[in-house]
C-alpha cells in the first residue's frame, strides 16, 4: 500500500516510491534551471547549494518515514522521534543514548548545524500478526541534535530493536569523530569502539597488551613509560632498536581512558585544543601530563590480569550449597517403584 | 559397610576410571604441546588454541560424573533394587553409602588431571608476562566435577516415578517455550532459564569462564 508521505522541506504531498522521488528531483533540477541562465556564476553555486540541501533534506524525509514519525521526547538539545510501533524501543534506547552520550561526550555535537541519526528499525511480527503479512516490520527512529539546520551532520543506519541503543551511540560516535581533527583521527584509525562493554574492551585490550612480544610493548608491560608512548604510536622511539606497536584497539581504550579520567567535558576539551598531535588530545581530554595518563592507564591494565588463574573466588561455596542440595534430593527422590 | 560398597563400585567400574584418569592426565599436557611452538611469536595465537581446549575439560568433567554416576546405579537398577530393600539400612543411608563410594572414584581422575597439568606446565620455557595455573585449574575441574557427579547421581538414584516426571515436565515447558516464542517472538524461555543456571548463584555457573592453564 502507498502511503502519502509530507516533505517538511518543501511542504507538498507525494506517494512515497522510487518513480517519485525520480519525478522530485526531475521537477526541482527543471525549475532551478531557469533561472539559473540568468545568474553569475556565484548565484549558480549558491542555488545548487541549496538544492543539494533540499535534496538530502527531502532524502531523510523519505528514509525516515515522516508521515507516521512523531517526537516522542527532547532533551539536552537532542529530540527522539519514532514510528508509533517503535516508540518503547525507541524510547528505551534514548535513555541508553543519553546515559552514553553525557558520559563520552558531554555536551560536544558533530557539527554546529546539529546532526541528525535516522536508524531503521526492525522486529520479529508474532505468529498472529504474521497471518497479515510479512514476518518482519519496520519503523523508524530519528534522533535530531538542534539547531538541525541543513548544515547538520547526517547519518543513517539499521538496528533490529534490541540493538538499537547500542546503533544510536555507534551512529553517534561516528558523526562525532571527524571533529577529533585529523591528528586524532590518523591515531585512532577508527571511531572509538562504544559498541563494545566496557569489560570487554579493557579486557581485550589488556591481553593485546600482555601478549605483544616486540620490544617496546615487553618494555611497556615493565612499566618503561617511553616504550609506552612509542608502542602506543604517541611518540618517536627513544632508540633506534625499538620494535612492536600495539593493535589500534589498545590505541582506542588509552582514548576512552583519557576521556572516562576528564569527565563528561573531555571531547569538548579536545574540540577546543586543536590538537596538533594525538598526545595533545589525551592531554585535553584528561587533563593529565601524558606520562601520568600513560601511568594510570597501565596500572588499570595489569589489575586486570586475573589474579586466580580460571578458579573464580566463591565457587567452592556455590558449589558445595548445590551439591547440598542435590544430594538432599537424591536422598529424598530415590524411592525405588 | 563404606568399604563394601566401595569395593562394589570400583569392581564394576575400574576400568572406566582407569580410562577417564589417562584421558584426565593427558588433556593438560596434549593442550600445551599442540600450541606452543617454543617460540614467543604467536602468544595470542597460543592463548586462544589453549582457551578453546578449555572447552574439553568441563566436557570431560560432564563425562566422567555421567559414567560414574551411571556404573554406581546400574546393578541396582538391574536388580531392581532388591539388593539395597535387603540390606537392614535405611534407603538414605544406602544413597549416602553409594555417593561417598562415587566420591572415592572420581578422587583418581581429579589427581591425574593435577599431576598432568604440573607437568604440562614445568615443560614449557614461558616468555615473562605468562603464568601458570595448575593448582587453580585442578580445583576447578574437582569442583566441577562434584558439581556434576551431584547432578549425574540425583538423576540415577532417583526412581523411574520421577524420572518420568521430570520428563514430562521438561516436555511442557518446551511446549511452553514454543507457544511464547511465536506470540512473543522477543521472549525466549529456554535461553532465559540457560542463563539462570550457568550465571552465578546458578548451579553451573562454576563451570563457566575461562579454563586456562596459562594466563597472563
Known amino acids: 500500500m502507498s502511503r502519502p508521505i509530507v516533505s517538511d522541506t518543501i511542504g507538498i504531498a507525494r506517494p512515497r516510491s522510487g518513480r ?9 533540477t527543471t525549475a532551478a534551471a531557469g533561472p539559473a541562465a540568468a545568474q553569475d556564476a556565484s548565484a549558480w553555486r549558491d542555488s ?3 538544492l543539494t540541501a533540499e535534496v ?3 532524502r531523510d524525509s523519505l528514509v525516515s518515514h515522516d508521515s507516521t514519525v512523531v517526537e516522542l521526547e527532547r532533551s539536552n538539545g537532542v529530540v527522539l522521534s519514532a514510528t508509533p510501533q517503535t516508540r518503547d524501543a525507541a524510547v528505551r534506547g534514548f535513555r541508553y543514548f543519553a546515559e552514553q552520550r553525557a558520559r563520552w561526550f558531554g555536551p560536544a555535537l558533530p557539527s554546529p548545524g546539529g546532526f541528525r541519526l535516522v536508524v531503521q528499525t526492525s522486529a520479529r511480527r508474532d505468529i498472529l500478526a504474521r497471518f497479515g503479512g510479512a514476518e518482519l516490520w519496520n519503523g523508524s527512529v530519528v534522533l535530531t541534535g538542534l539547531p538541525d539546520t ?3 551532520a547526517r547519518a543513517q543506519r539499521a538496528a533490529t530493536e534490541k540493538d538499537l541503543g547500542n546503533q544510536l551511540v555507534t551512529g553517534f560516535s561516528e558523526l562525532m569523530f571527524p571533529s577529533l581533527g585529523e591528528p586524532t583521527m590518523q591515531w585512532l584509525s577508527d571511531p572509538p569502539p562504544l559498541h563494545m562493554t566496557d569489560r570487554d ?9 600482555m601478549t605483544s612480544t616486540g620490544k617496546a610493548e615487553r618494555g611497556c608491560v615493565d612499566g618503561n613509560l617511553d616504550f609506552c608512548a612509542y608502542a602506543l604510536g604517541l611518540r618517536a622511539a627513544p632508540s633506534s632498536d625499538l620494535t612492536g606497536a600495539y593493535p589500534l584497539l589498545v590505541r582506542a581504550d588509552l582514548f576512552l581512558t583519557a576521556l572516562e579520567i576528564g569527565g563528561p567535558g573531555g571531547w569538548s576539551r579536545i574540540l577546543a585544543a586543536h590538537p596538533a598531535r594525538a598526545e595533545e588530545a589525551l592531554l585535553a581530554a584528561s587533563g593529565l601530563p ?5 601511568t594510570r592507564w597501565r596500572d588499570g591494565m595489569m589489575a586486570l590480569r586475573p589474579n586466580h588463574g580460571p578458579l573464580e573466588s566463591g565457587a567452592a561455596f556455590l558449589v558445595a550449597g548445590w551439591v547440598g542440595a542435590l544430594l538432599l534430593g537424591a536422598l529424598g527422590a530415590s524411592r525405588w517403584r | 559397610m563404606l568399604k563394601a560398597i566401595m569395593r562394589i563400585q570400583w569392581k564394576g567400574s575400574w576400568h572406566l576410571v582407569v580410562a577417564l584418569a589417562v584421558a584426565a592426565f593427558a588433556l593438560p599436557i596434549v593442550s600445551v604441546r599442540t600450541g606452543w611452538s617454543g617460540t614467543p611469536a604467536n602468544l595470542p595465537g597460543f592463548l586462544t588454541e589453549l582457551e578453546l581446549w578449555g572447552l574439553f575439560y568441563p566436557a570431560l568433567a560432564a563425562v566422567a560424573a555421567i559414567v560414574v554416576a551411571v556404573s554406581i546405579w546400574i546393578s541396582d537398577r538391574r536388580g531392581h533394587h532388591i539388593y539395597a530393600l535387603l540390606l537392614p539400612i535405611p534407603r538414605w543411608r544406602y544413597v549416602l553409602l553409594r555417593y561417598l563410594g562415587g566420591l572415592m572414584l572420581l578422587l583418581p581422575i581429579v589427581l591425574a588431571l593435577w599431576a598432568g597439568a604440573i607437568i604440562a606446565a614445568a615443560s614449557l620455557d614461558l616468555p615473562p608476562g605468562l603464568r601458570t595455573f595448575p593448582h587453580a585449574l585442578a580445583a576447578k575441574f574437582a569442583l566441577s566435577l562434584l558439581l556434576l557427579f551431584g547432578v549425574a547421581f540425583a538423576v ?3 526412581s523411574s516415578r520421577a524420572l518420568g516426571i521430570s520428563v514430562r515436565l521438561l516436555g511442557l515447558f518446551i511446549a511452553a517455550h514454543i507457544a511464547v516464542i511465536m506470540l512473543r517472538p522477543g521472549t525466549n524461555l529456554i535461553w532465559t532459564v540457560v542463563t539462570a543456571l550457568v550465571t552465578s548463584p546458578g548451579p553451573f555457573a562454576p563451570l563457566g569462564g575461562r579454563w586456562m592453564l596459562i594466563d597472563v
Open chain 1, 20 to 28: 517519485s522521488n525520480l519525478l522530485l528531483l526531475s521537477l526541482l
Open chain 1, 48 to 50: 545548487v547549494t541549496r
Open chain 1, 56 to 58: 538530502r533534506a527531502i
Open chain 1, 150 to 152: 541543513v548544515d547538520a
Open chain 1, 201 to 209: 574492551r579493557r579486557s581485550t585490550a589488556m591481553y593485546m597488551v
Open chain 1, 290 to 294: 601524558a606520562d601520568s595518563l600513560l
Open chain 2, 156 to 158: 540415577a538414584a532417583s
